[in-house]
């Protein structure tokens, strides 16, 4: 079993940056990929970015192209979100989202999500 628990989320203005960190235990990290996803109020959960196991591969969803950084420190079994030039529209709960099996932009190929930490960006 994964526990996953991530950190760093606030309030920020838009413009601004913020790093969302997600520290896993209890599995091996390493061989996971993992995901960001984002939810926001009357929304259904969607992708924000991946990571392989190895962190060779990483992708994103359009809208957050050229802003977000997603990586991995398999050392430290955590993987982060680096956000940066953040919009309103990027206001959300942000959640990090571990995969056995697949490397995927679908929420129902994770196995173990965290609980979530909220972002919000003021205009």
């Known amino acids: 079993q994964v526990q996953l628990v991530e950190s760093g989320g606030g309030l920020v203005q838009a413009g601004g940056s913020l790093r969302l960190s997600c520290a896993a235990s209890g599995g091996t990290f390493s061989s996971y990929a993992m995901a960001w996803f984002r939810q926001a109020p009357g929304k259904e959960r969607e992708f924000v970015a991946r990571?392989?196991?190895?962190?060779?591969?990483?992708s994103y969803t359009t809208s957050v192209k050229g802003r977000f950084t997603i990586s991995r420190d398999n050392a430290k079994n955590t993987v982060y979100l680096q956000m940066s030039s953040l919009k309103p529209e990027d206001t959300a709960v942000y959640y990090c989202?571990?995969?056995?099996?697949?490397?995927?932009?679908?929420?129902?190929?994770?196995?173990?999500w965290g609980q979530g930490t909220q972002v919000s960006v003021s205009s």
């Open positions: 990571v392989s196991a190895n962190g060779a591969s990483t």
């Open positions: 989202a571990a995969a056995a099996r697949y490397y995927s932009r679908d929420t129902g190929a994770y196995d173990y």
